[in-house]
């Protein structure tokens, strides 16, 4: 059933890295990293402006069709959680946020070799298999 399954990679950011990738400054010394995103067709968004465009698009168009706009809500009001997800960036490849092993296996190791060289503090990988994503709030 594994081969089933898509994948999310997000990287936990130094506070320098995640304010030059916020900004959308064109750093001389996060070249590697932008060479990394441009080899696998692949972007990052930061996962606190990610919550705050869902906790945005929830009230424009009727929170009942967001399940999970209470948890996202609180997320973005508390200054700690603010703090911590400011510096974790999702990455999309070809636009999407969630792919394929094959492609989730080569960018996890790209951006792992790179790690510290250039701010990036941790690679996490998600999937998409619901009993490793429990409801939250259930």
């Known amino acids: 059933m594994q081969g089933t399954w898509q994948f999310q990679l997000r990287i936990d950011a130094s506070a320098e890295l995640a304010a030059a990738l916020r900004e959308g ?3 001389p010394e996060y070249e590697a990293l932008y060479d990394v995103l441009r080899r696998h067709d692949a972007t990052l968004k930061c996962q606190f402006d990610a919550f705050t465009d869902y906790v945005d698009e929830a009230e424009r168009l009727g ?14 009001e508390n200054p700690e959680r603010k703090a911590k997800y400011l510096r974790v ?7 999407d946020e969630v792919y394929g092993a094959d492609v989730a296996d080569a960018l996890q190791l790209a951006l792992t070799s790179l790690g510290g060289a250039v701010g990036i503090e941790g690679v996490v990988r998600f999937d998409t298999n619901p009993a490793n994503n429990p409801r939250i709030g259930a």
């Open 63 to 76: 929170r009942d069709a967001y399940p999970l706009y209470r948890w996202t809500k609180a997320t973005v």
């Open 25 to 27: 400054l064109a750093c």
């Open 89 to 95: 960036f999702t990455v999309y490849v070809d636009g």
